[in-house]
Nanobody, 126 residues
Framework: QVQLVESGGGLVQAGGSLRLSCAAS????????MGWFRQGPGKEREFVAS????????DYTDSMKGRFTISRNNVVNTVYLQMNSLKPEDTAVYYC???????????????????WGQGTQVTVSS
């Protein structure tokens, strides 16, 4: 049974930082590209960042470039999202997801991801 479990969310003031983690089990983690998506209040879920199976290729939504960094550790089957300079508009539930077919060229489209976590809440106060 595949499980993706996010952690690290919470309440932070604007300008602060958080590091999200997503621990994977039940799959060969190193074969999958990984992505982070988020869904803000009253909004549709949107792409945040993705990383290839070997960590060499990453992609970000433009508004997050320079503030967010995605990384992974295939030894401990975990993907991370370091979020700096947080803004109130970053408030959302953050989800990690695993994509087998896009292992080398990670996708920005949620329909291409095979497995999803339950999400972790990030709230940024002004």
């Amino acid at each position: 049974q595949v499980q993706l479990v996010e952690s690290g969310g919470g309440l932070v003031q604007a300008g602060g930082s958080l590091r999200l983690s997503c621990a994977a089990s039940g799959l060969t983690f190193s074969r999958y590209a990984m992505g982070w998506f988020r869904q803000g209040p009253g909004k549709e879920r949107e792409f945040v960042a993705s990383i290839s199976w070997n960590g060499r290729t990453t992609d970000y939504t433009d508004s997050m470039k320079g503030r967010f960094t995605i990384s992974r550790n295939n030894v401990v089957n975990t993907v991370y999202l370091q979020m700096n300079s947080l803004k109130p508009e970053d408030t959302a539930v953050y989800y990690c997801a695993a994509d087998l077919r896009g292992a080398a060229i990670p996708s920005t489209y949620e329909y291409e991801y095979d497995y999803w976590g339950q999400g972790t809440q990030v709230t940024v106060s002004s």
